[in-house]
């Protein structure tokens, strides 16, 4: 258990890192974006050859690929009910009531999105852990950790909140998402191996579609035209860690 609470804290470190420099720089939005698509690039080499690979190796076709498609369905059920949960903000943004109003709440929808897709990857980071240490999942969590949670802080930042509440909210934030590796380390440890090849595939399956629905469009919309360049190098330096 020891293994999920270090691979926990440094997955979330990047949380705590990228808050700290967006409460004291701005970057370019194109640097956030190349960070996102080498973040992309790295998570899909660790989902192919570390989780949905041993899923398949476990349970065969049938349980990981019903795992995988339950996984992403439950992310997008629940991506949906947060889009929704947020509307009213991005409706008195696009209308553009006040200054203040446009404003308001573009740092807390950011910190709803990062749990909400960090949640399902440190899941699978700690249920990856029962069958050994995954140093490629780990650097994919962290380089997509490390550019969400510094536009995050610049958006509160620019809401007028102190750094102080910036920086709190966003240490609660890692701590959650360090105790979702033990979580996922602890329950798939007492799994069957038919039932563990589900868990991985289901993980795998969450992750994938935050991917496809947040991290690459965000990639593609503020990374050209580094971006493809940049997940060709996630990628490589994924399977490079996974060999």
């Given at each position: 258990m020891?293994?999920a609470?270090?691979?926990?804290?440094?997955a979330s470190?990047?949380?705590?890192?990228g808050?700290?420099v967006g409460t004291?720089?701005?970057?370019p939005?194109?640097?956030?974006?190349?960070?996102?698509?080498?973040?992309?690039?790295?998570?899909?080499?660790a989902?192919a050859f570390?989780l949905?690979?041993?899923a398949?190796h476990?349970?065969?076709?049938?349980?990981?690929?019903?795992?995988?498609?339950?996984?992403a369905a439950?992310?997008?059920?629940?991506?949906?009910?947060l889009?929704?949960h947020?509307?009213g903000d991005a409706?008195?943004h696009q209308?553009e009531?006040?200054a203040?109003?446009?404003?308001t709440?573009?740092?807390?929808?950011?910190?709803?999105?990062?749990?909400?897709?960090?949640?399902?990857?440190?899941?699978a980071?700690?249920?990856?852990l029962?069958?050994?240490?995954?140093?490629?999942?780990?650097?994919?969590?962290?380089?997509?950790?490390?550019?969400?949670?510094?536009?995050?802080?610049v958006?509160?930042?620019?809401?007028?909140?102190s750094?102080?509440?910036?920086?709190?909210?966003?240490?609660?934030?890692?701590?959650?998402?360090?105790?979702?590796?033990?979580v996922?380390?602890a329950?798939?440890?007492?799994?069957?191996d038919?039932?563990?090849a589900?868990?991985l595939?289901f993980?795998?399956g969450?992750?994938?579609a935050s991917?496809?629905?947040?991290?690459?469009?965000?990639?593609?919309?503020?990374g050209?035209?580094l971006n493809?360049f940049?997940?060709a190098?996630g990628?490589?330096l994924?399977?490079?860690l996974?060999?």
């Open positions: 020891i293994d609470v270090l691979y926990g804290l440094a470190s990047a949380l705590v890192i808050a700290f004291r720089w701005n970057p939005r194109q640097v956030t974006g190349v960070l996102l698509a080498f973040a992309s690039g790295a998570l899909i080499s989902l570390e949905f690979e041993e398949f476990l349970g065969g076709a049938w349980r990981s690929g019903a795992g995988l498609l339950a996984g439950v992310f997008v059920t629940v991506d949906s009910l889009d929704k947020v509307a409706g008195a209308r009531v006040t203040d109003a446009a404003r709440g573009v740092g807390w929808a950011l910190l709803a999105a990062v749990t909400l897709d960090g949640v399902p990857e440190n899941l980071l700690g249920v990856s029962v069958e050994g240490a995954s140093v490629t999942l780990l650097v994919a969590i962290f380089f997509s950790n490390l550019p969400e949670s510094l536009v995050g802080a958006a509160m930042r620019n809401e007028e909140r750094t102080r509440e910036v920086m709190a909210v966003w240490l609660l934030c890692a701590a959650l998402l360090a105790v979702a590796v033990v996922g380390r329950v798939a440890g007492e799994l069957s038919s039932v563990l589900i868990a595939a993980a795998g969450a992750v994938l991917l496809a629905d947040t991290l690459m469009p965000e990639a593609f919309e503020h050209r035209p493809a940049a997940t190098g990628f490589f994924s399977f490079v996974a060999a």
